[in-house]
Nanobody
Framework: VQLQASGGGLVQAGGSSRLSCAAS????????MGWYRQAPGKQRELVAT???????NYVDSVKGRFTISRDDAKNTVYLQMNSLKPEDTAVYYC????????????WGQGTLVTVSS
């Protein structure tokens, strides 16, 4: 599975943006799809994940502002980001994980989101 992230760019504080992560193969076999981010000088952190059963998880700092979703028919995962803050500025990476004997852990190339104040 290859992952292609898109949708980053420059956004004003308070604005919205949607990231997309298109997979070259089926994502329906993935146990978990997620978005992570890495701000300058900081470690990569989990932003949001969604399981094959549509269970979602968010880091506290984005709860109520970001929404992760998936479209298995399009092999795409989305991250809708609202009420953006300058501290959301980071490179955002999508991830696909499968657990068990045929496990995998794939990463996309990252897309930069810059939130201006």
């Amino acid at each position: 599975v290859q992952l292609q992230a898109s949708g980053g760019g420059l956004v004003q504080a308070g604005g919205s943006s949607r990231l997309s992560c298109a997979a070259s193969g089926s994502i329906s076999s993935s146990n978990e799809m997620g978005w992570y981010r890495q701000a300058p000088g900081k470690q990569r952190e989990l932003v949001a994940t969604i399981t094959s059963g549509w269970r979602t998880n968010y880091v506290d700092s984005v709860k109520g502002r970001f929404t992760i979703s998936r479209d298995d028919a399009k092999n795409t995962v989305y991250l809708q980001m609202n009420s953006l803050k300058p501290e959301d500025t980071a490179v955002y990476y999508c991830n696909a994980k499968k657990y068990g004997p045929a496990r995998y852990d794939y990463w996309g190339q990252g897309t930069l989101v810059t939130v201006s104040s």
